[in-house]
């Protein structure tokens, strides 16, 4: 899911002040990751170009934003819901975005005990903390920070996903929906560590890499049903 812009300051008026996100009065590019902020999900990838001829400008305005709203999950864990079924016919073949940040392990230990999963894949990517993950096709392995795991549905997968306590536990779970002609696929199972991932890097960007292409490398998953750009 990607946004792309060019415009001369930032577009977003509660991002021109924060220096957090750099500073737009020069000749630059800048790239941010941008999950959540405010309680809405602006986007997950956003590439800002800076330039000082407006004739060269060429901006395009964010169509709809969708604010976060606070749900429980599993057997009670505190997450922001960015998007669901509601929203399914305008974002498919995503179908789900959940995002969770918290320093708190009351808010996440009781976590997502065996549940199924048809038709779809989840990705979820871990920024901080750490999930013990098992499941019916035998599959045992702990997400460390930066770490990702790719789990492929198809006919049908039963799984769990427990974090485990720590200082903090921040990362973003999204759902994709598989093609009519492969939903009852082998379900398959793809651990991907920090190490793993691919790294493009310049003076002004440290992009980290999990699918699809940026910049001629490409990340580790491949293979996939819904392919990434």
Aim: hydrophobic share 35%; net charge negative.
């Amino acid at each position: 899911w990607r946004l792309e812009y060019g415009f001369s300051k930032f577009s977003i008026p509660e991002l021109e002040n924060d220096k957090r996100y750099g500073d737009c009065s020069d000749d630059t590019t800048q790239e941010i990751i941008l999950i959540q902020y405010q309680d809405y999900l602006l986007t997950t990838h956003l590439r800002m170009k800076v330039v000082k001829d407006e004739a060269d400008m060429t901006l395009r305005t964010i169509r709809k934003t969708y604010p976060g709203m606070a749900v429980l999950e599993g057997a009670g864990v505190h997450l922001t819901r960015i998007f669901a079924q509601p929203d399914v016919n305008e974002l498919d073949p995503f179908l789900l975005l959940d995002f969770f940040d918290s320093d708190n392990p009351d808010d996440y230990k009781k976590g997502f005990p065996w549940h199924p999963h048809r038709g779809i894949e989840t990705i979820t990517y871990l920024i901080e903390g750490e999930i013990t993950h098992e499941d019916s096709l035998g599959n045992k392995g702990v997400i460390k920070a930066m770490g990702c795991q790719w789990m492929t549905a198809g006919r049908s997968i039963i799984h769990q996903e427990m974090p485990n306590s720590k200082e903090r536990i921040l990362g973003v779970q999204l759902w994709l929906n598989l093609p009519r002609e492969h939903k009852m696929s082998e379900p398959a199972y793809r651990d991907i560590q920090a190490k793993d991932l691919t790294i493009a890097a310049d003076e002004d960007t440290h992009v980290k890499i999990i699918a699809g292409t940026y910049k001629g490398k490409k990340g580790p998953v491949s293979g996939t049903y819904v392919d990434p750009v």
